[in-house]
């Protein structure tokens, strides 16, 4: 019996490295992914080890002091917003970020039902980064990203013509 799960496991070893995957590899990327999909929504990207696999939308607001991305991690099957301060001249250090989930209902049409803000009170202007919690990925479902440099410590406030997005992904 021991012979032959020994044989088996070095068949399903052998014909996993030849089709270029590693079995170790697959083991640890699960085992370090603490959430996926729905069970993602409102948790820290960093914190749950999901790797930006994508980005799939980028845009520039404030004149060009802020790049902002739509961020998508394939493994756990999220999205998040992150902004990076790229300019120093802006003295005002605040960015509120928001990251949007929608989805398409046949009698209502597209209907947002997942909305996460974060404010990033200091960013630093050198490259600094700050990123919104994920959302889950659902069948059918965009994503966006929106920043804002309102001043408010209250970003469910902020108005939506505050509000610079990516396009919905």
Same mark, same amino acid.
């Given at each position: 019996m021991l012979k032959r799960l020994t044989m088996t496991m070095a068949v399903v070893v052998a014909a996993a490295t030849i089709a270029g995957v590693s079995p170790a590899t697959a083991d640890s990327e699960a085992a370090v992914l603490a959430c996926?999909?729905?069970? #993602?929504?409102?948790? *820290? +990207?960093?914190?749950? $080890?999901?790797?930006?696999?994508?980005? +799939? !939308?980028?845009i520039? +607001?404030?004149? $060009?002091?802020?790049?902002? =991305?739509? !961020?998508? $991690?394939?493994? #756990?099957?999220?999205?998040?917003g992150r902004i990076t301060r790229d300019d120093c001249s802006l003295v005002q250090g605040m960015a509120h970020l928001r990251v =949007?989930? !929608?989805?398409?209902?046949?009698?209502?049409? /597209? !209907?947002? @039902?997942? @909305?996460y803000y974060r404010i990033q009170r200091s960013v630093r202007c050198?490259?600094?980064v700050g990123w919104t919690h994920m959302v889950g990925d659902g069948a059918n479902d965009n994503f966006r990203a #929106?920043?804002?440099?309102?001043? @408010?410590?209250? +970003?469910?406030?902020?108005? *939506?013509? =505050? /509000?610079? #997005?990516t396009a919905w992904w």
């Open positions: 996926s999909g729905s069970s #993602c929504n409102g948790k *820290d +990207p960093n914190a749950e $080890g999901c790797a930006t696999t994508a980005t +799939p !939308r980028e520039y +607001p404030a004149e $060009g002091r802020y790049t902002l =991305q739509l !961020r998508a $991690g394939a493994g #756990c099957r999220a999205f998040w =949007q989930r !929608r989805f398409y209902e046949l009698a209502n049409g /597209w !209907r947002v @039902t997942h @909305t050198d490259g600094g #929106c920043f804002s440099n309102y001043i @408010t410590t209250s +970003p469910s406030s902020i108005p *939506d013509n =505050q /509000w610079t #997005c």
